[in-house]
């Protein structure tokens, strides 16, 4: 280090020691260079110099860059001087070496500092009165140790953070990804909405990585704590939460489609049943005579409730995916009324059962252009196969 005025260094050597001081001087430099070299060709270090920091990021990797700028600008003078004892030791054949001067060049106060290589104050030796105090080749290995392990520090911190956030970052992204490839056929608007907002989360999280690492760090800027995970743990709850939500959603939709399936078939049968009841009723008013029947307004109605309720089924399928209680809502009265429109047509079919069972059935079919076939159990001809409505006819008279 730099010695107090009135206190000079000793400089009586002799030309071998000095040689080999140079030589273990020159060992010191090439180790440090090396490492200021792979500093500057670390991927972090470069990914910062062409990126755009900010925040405590930005703050440290100032200081950090200032601290390599002023490691390589000392580097630079102590070569220099290292130069300097070279050519006064060079050539053996020279018997009158400056020793003195070599002295003061490898042990002494040789080597001038600016401000920007000291960046602060109290790294000036109190009795430095020159813009570019001096000091020793010891004194400038130990400011530029203490540059380098400020920026390698810095680097090291910053990659340590991106290190530990980057598979998170993924982790959270292949979530987000699943969720998605589920939730795009889904218009739950409150689905959507949270999807939104958790993918905004995610990109704010990963533009902080890239911009502001160092705030992810688990304490202040100088702390061991070299990451802070829960920004993420946060946000991976919030994407379970929205994937438990989202799987409910579809299973709310499968129920739904299973709901509409079993109404459509149901909707079909009412069909089929209202065509039987429709076909019976028009069998019982063509073969009844018309004082056995009952007055007009008290007759059952032909059914015909399927068709309505399935273009209502159809609109429900056909439609955007509707609000699930909606849809709940829809199907449960579409249900009601089926039920009560194959109640109504049971009812036609037993009211022409009936019926039925009152009339007076013929034997024999009376046709004119039949030969009298017998009738089956249904009043059908075997003869003919048609319904001997005449003598159906006749016969209500008769009785």
Same mark, same amino acid.
């Given at each position: 280090?730099?010695?107090?005025?009135?206190?000079?260094?000793?400089?009586?050597?002799?030309?071998?020691?000095?040689?080999?001081?140079?030589?273990?001087?020159?060992?010191?430099?090439? *180790?440090? /260079? @090396? &490492?200021?070299? %792979?500093?500057? !060709?670390?991927?972090?270090? $470069? #990914?910062?110099? =062409?990126?755009?920091?900010?925040?405590?990021?930005?703050? *440290?990797? /100032? @200081? &950090?860059?200032? %601290?390599?700028? !002023?490691?390589?600008?000392? $580097? #630079?003078?102590? =070569?220099?001087?290292?130069?300097?004892?070279?050519?006064?030791?060079?050539?053996?054949?020279?018997?009158?070496?400056?020793?003195?001067?070599?002295?003061?060049?490898?042990?002494?106060?040789?080597?001038?500092?600016?401000?920007?290589?000291?960046?602060?104050?109290?790294?000036?030796?109190?009795?430095?009165?020159?813009?570019?105090?001096?000091?020793?080749?010891?004194?400038?290995?130990?400011?530029?140790?203490?540059?380098?392990?400020?920026?390698?520090?810095?680097?090291?911190?910053?990659?340590?953070?991106?290190?530990?956030?980057?598979?998170?970052?993924?982790?959270?992204?292949?979530?987000?990804?699943?969720?998605?490839?589920?939730?795009?056929?889904?218009?739950?608007?409150?689905?959507?909405?949270?999807?939104?907002?958790?993918?905004?989360?995610?990109?704010?999280?990963?533009?902080?990585?890239?911009?502001?690492?160092?705030?992810?760090?688990?304490?202040?800027?100088?702390?061991?704590?070299?990451?802070?995970?829960?920004?993420?743990?946060?946000?991976?709850?919030?994407?379970?939460?929205?994937?438990?939500?989202?799987?409910?959603?579809?299973?709310?939709?499968?129920?739904?489609?299973?709901?509409?399936?079993?109404?459509?078939?149901?909707?079909?049968?009412?069909?089929?049943?209202?065509?039987?009841?429709?076909?019976?009723?028009?069998?019982?008013?063509?073969?009844?005579?018309?004082?056995?029947?009952?007055?007009?307004?008290?007759?059952?109605?032909?059914?015909?409730?399927?068709?309505?309720?399935?273009?209502?089924?159809?609109?429900?399928?056909?439609?955007?995916?509707?609000?699930?209680?909606?849809?709940?809502?829809?199907?449960?009265?579409?249900?009601?009324?089926?039920?009560?429109?194959?109640?109504?047509?049971?009812?036609?079919?037993?009211?022409?059962?009936?019926?039925?069972?009152?009339?007076?059935?013929?034997?024999?079919?009376?046709?004119?252009?039949?030969?009298?076939?017998?009738?089956?159990?249904?009043?059908?001809?075997?003869?003919?196969?048609?319904?001997?409505?005449?003598?159906?006819?006749?016969?209500?008279?008769?009785?």
């Amino acid at each position: 280090m730099r010695t107090a005025p009135g206190n000079p260094p000793e400089h009586r050597l002799t030309r071998e020691h000095a040689l080999a001081l140079a030589a273990a001087e020159q060992a010191e430099l090439d *180790r440090r /260079a @090396a &490492a200021l070299a %792979a500093l500057r !060709a670390d991927g972090t270090f $470069l #990914g910062l110099l =062409r990126g755009a920091p900010r925040g405590q990021t930005s703050v *440290r990797w /100032a @200081a &950090a860059r200032q %601290a390599a700028d !002023a490691a390589e600008s000392m $580097l #630079g003078k102590w =070569r220099r001087t290292l130069a300097d004892v070279g050519r006064l030791l060079q050539g053996s054949d020279r018997p009158q070496v400056d020793l003195a001067r070599v002295g003061t060049l490898l042990r002494g106060d040789s080597v001038p500092l600016a401000p920007a290589e000291l960046r602060r104050v109290d790294r000036r030796p109190p009795w430095a009165n020159s813009s570019e105090p001096q000091f020793s080749l010891a004194a400038v290995r130990s400011l530029i140790d203490g540059d380098l392990r400020l920026a390698e520090r810095t680097v090291a911190d910053i990659r340590a953070v991106r290190r530990a956030a980057e598979p998170r970052l993924e982790r959270l992204a292949a979530d987000l990804r699943a969720i998605r490839t589920v939730a795009d056929p889904v218009t739950d608007a409150a689905v959507l909405a949270a999807l939104v907002a958790v993918a905004g989360q995610l990109d704010s999280l990963r533009e902080q990585v890239a911009a502001d690492p160092l705030a992810l760090r688990g304490g202040p800027p100088q702390s061991a704590e070299q990451f802070d995970p829960q920004p993420f743990d946060a946000l991976a709850v919030e994407l379970t939460s929205l994937g438990d939500r989202l799987a409910s959603t579809v299973a709310r939709r499968g129920e739904l489609a299973d709901r509409v399936a079993r109404l459509g078939r149901a909707v079909d049968e009412l069909a089929a049943l209202e065509s039987h009841a429709r076909d019976r009723r028009g069998e019982v008013l063509l073969r009844s005579a018309p004082e056995r029947l009952p007055a007009p307004e008290q007759l059952p109605g032909s059914p015909r409730s399927a068709s309505p309720l399935g273009v209502r089924l159809r609109a429900l399928q056909a439609g955007p995916a509707p609000d699930w209680r909606a849809a709940q809502s829809e199907l449960t009265e579409l249900e009601r009324l089926v039920v009560a429109a194959r109640r109504a047509a049971d009812q036609v079919v037993a009211w022409a059962e009936a019926q039925d069972r009152g009339r007076v059935r013929p034997t024999g079919c009376v046709r004119p252009d039949c030969a009298g076939g017998a009738l089956d159990q249904d009043g059908i001809c075997e003869t003919c196969d048609r319904a001997p409505a005449r003598a159906t006819r006749a016969a209500g008279e008769a009785s």
